[in-house]
């Protein structure tokens, strides 16, 4: 059975930094990233990695990072100079067999 646990979502001012952290269990996940979802907003992918290629959203490229310990089945992604339109939930998404499989969300605040 596979899941898909966040961590790591909270509070901050504008211009600071947060590291979410996703650990995936049950499967080989060949591709692992993060989506979010500002209110009224459609969800986006924000990052998304594979073997050693990366995505990001042109909205956070240069400010977030996204890296993964394939041991550990772990997916983290570093958000630095953060802004208030990067509220939202965060989901990580990992894929395993073809299939996507979601966490259940982590709120990120950014204050202004």
């Known amino acids: 059975q596979v899941q898909v646990v966040e961590s790591g979502g909270g509070l901050v001012q504008a211009g600071g930094s947060l590291r979410l952290t996703c650990a995936a269990s049950?499967?080989?996940?060949?591709?692992m990233g993060w989506h979010r979802q500002a209110p009224g907003k459609q969800r986006e992918l924000v990052a998304r990695?594979?073997?050693?290629?990366?995505y990001y959203a042109d909205s956070v490229k240069g400010r977030f990072s996204i890296s993964r310990d394939n041991a550990k089945n772990t997916v983290y992604l570093q958000m630095n100079s953060l802004k208030a339109e990067d509220t939202a939930v965060y989901y990580c998404?990992?894929?395993?067999?073809?299939?996507?499989?979601w966490g259940q969300g982590t709120q990120v605040t950014v204050s202004s």
């Open positions: 998404t990992v894929t395993a067999l073809g299939r996507d499989y």
């Open positions: 990695i594979a073997s050693d290629a990366t």
């Open positions: 049950g499967s080989i996940f060949n591709r």
